[in-house]
């Protein structure tokens, strides 16, 4: 005997529409770095990153598929979500793409992490969100920032700049969307946690928030 899976519940539909469409935003954004990277290597390791986001897609389109969801519709209302803070952050080398993605892919994560796990959403998902690209970045760059001082100073202010806009992102989409929170003091919590995590990934790399 088949089955049968509950519907899902209204309040978390945007909830599953933002992680689609942040699934692949992500596979976008990650693809586009490695065409830039200075590496083959780095650019297939990058490749792979982006591969592992559209994979979450897929895994989001059957879970969706089992309860009779529209996931392309859900995800369709978010479309373009991200454009903007991608368009005033525009790094002129690969250094400040690979921070730039690092911080924003950190901070919108958090954000997706916190929602789903209000909302009862996909245990675990902490785990899968990351995309091992913070892991590249911390072996890759880190040493270079921790080795030369200018650089730093540079990916800090840099960083300081993505993270203003990336954070300001995270309180307009939950103002926006105030179901992703579910509740006020969600979004004073969500907020919170972005934050704190945020300085603590970039203590990881040697930057200052």
Same mark, same amino acid.
């Given at each position: 005997?088949?089955?049968?899976?509950?519907?899902?519940?209204?309040?978390?539909?945007?909830? +599953? @529409?933002?992680?689609?469409?942040? *699934?692949?935003?992500?596979?976008?954004?990650?693809a586009?770095?490695?065409?830039?990277?200075?590496?083959?290597?780095?650019?297939? =390791?990058?490749a792979?990153? #982006?591969?592992?986001?559209?994979? $979450?897609?897929?895994? /989001?389109?059957?879970w *969706?598929?089992?309860?009779?969801?529209? $996931?392309?519709?859900?995800?369709?209302?978010? %479309? @373009?979500?991200?454009?903007? /803070?991608?368009?005033?952050t525009?790094?002129?080398t690969?250094?400040?793409?690979?921070?730039?993605?690092?911080?924003?892919?950190?901070?919108? @994560?958090?954000? +997706?992490?916190?929602?789903?796990?209000?909302?009862?959403?996909? &245990?675990?998902?902490?785990?899968? !969100?990351?995309? &091992?690209?913070?892991? !590249?970045?911390?072996?890759? $760059?880190?040493?270079?920032? &921790? #080795?030369?001082?200018?650089l730093?100073?540079?990916? %800090? +202010? !840099?960083?300081?700049?993505?993270?203003?806009?990336?954070? @300001?992102?995270?309180?307009?989409? +939950?103002?926006?969307?105030?179901?992703?929170a579910?509740?006020?003091?969600?979004?004073?919590?969500?907020? =919170?946690?972005?934050?704190?995590?945020?300085? =603590?990934?970039?203590?990881?790399?040697? /930057?200052?928030?």
């Amino acid at each position: 005997m088949a089955h049968e899976f509950d519907s899902v519940p209204a309040d978390d539909a945007e909830v +599953l @529409g933002i992680l689609a469409y942040s *699934s692949l935003a992500f596979m976008t954004r990650l693809a586009k770095d490695g065409e830039q990277a200075p590496t083959f290597e780095a650019h297939v =390791e990058h490749a792979r990153m #982006a591969a592992r986001c559209f994979k $979450l897609y897929q895994q /989001l389109e059957v879970w *969706s598929g089992h309860r009779g969801f529209d $996931l392309l519709a859900a995800g369709d209302a978010f %479309s @373009g979500a991200y454009d903007d /803070l991608d368009a005033r952050t525009r790094p002129t080398t690969f250094a400040e793409r690979a921070v730039k993605t690092f911080i924003t892919r950190g901070m919108l @994560g958090d954000m +997706l992490i916190r929602v789903a796990q209000v909302h009862g959403l996909f &245990e675990g998902i902490e785990d899968v !969100w990351p995309f &091992e690209q913070g892991h !590249w970045v911390r072996a890759h $760059l880190g040493p270079q920032i &921790e #080795a030369d001082p200018q650089l730093a100073d540079r990916l %800090s +202010l !840099w960083g300081r700049r993505v993270a203003g806009e990336a954070l @300001g992102l995270v309180r307009a989409t +939950l103002f926006t969307y105030p179901s992703l929170a579910a509740s006020p003091e969600n979004v004073d919590e969500i907020t =919170e946690y972005v934050i704190k995590r945020h300085g =603590e990934r970039m203590r990881d790399i040697h /930057l200052k928030a």
